[in-house]
């Protein structure tokens, strides 16, 4: 249930749910794990979840299922806070944002590689000047899906009409 409430992004309620009284009789390093991994999701710290995960190696790390959903939760904290670092800018240099992060720079280019690979980060890699190109989203046009619904319905109107003349006659 623990793992459940950060999974869903709400990781304060894991303090609520530990903290209450019919809790006390499951305290133990488990609990302990998770709600380390709670507090580094609330922070967004990468770096305390990667600490939690070395203190709590045996309860984390060693359980597939657990080391599963938390390799989920550290790609998606890990593509939030790039997100968020990468905002401002038009162009900035992987080096910079690597140091900000505090994170290997080919970690942090493999990842914005991904992401733009996935479309969640509209813009290029420029290796060779060791930089990241951001583009600006465009809003998708309207107008466009409107004109072929209209020209589709007109389409059924014509058919009709030249089925009913074709009875006529």
Known sequence: MLLSKIMLNVPE???????????????????????????????????????????????????????????NLYNKMLEQNLLRIIEPYSRVQIEHVSMIIELPQGVVEKKLSQMILDKSLPGILDQGEGVIVLYESNPVDKTYEAALDTVGNLNKALDSLFLRAKKLS
């Open 13 to 71: 309620d894991v303090h609520i749910i530990v903290d209450g009284k019919l809790a006390l009789k499951y305290i133990g390093t488990d609990v302990e794990a998770l709600k380390a991994i709670a507090r580094a999701s609330s922070d967004r710290s990468l770096a305390d979840f990667q600490a939690a995960l070395v203190t709590y190696k045996e309860q984390l790390v060693d359980d597939p299922i657990i080391r599963s959903h938390l390799d």
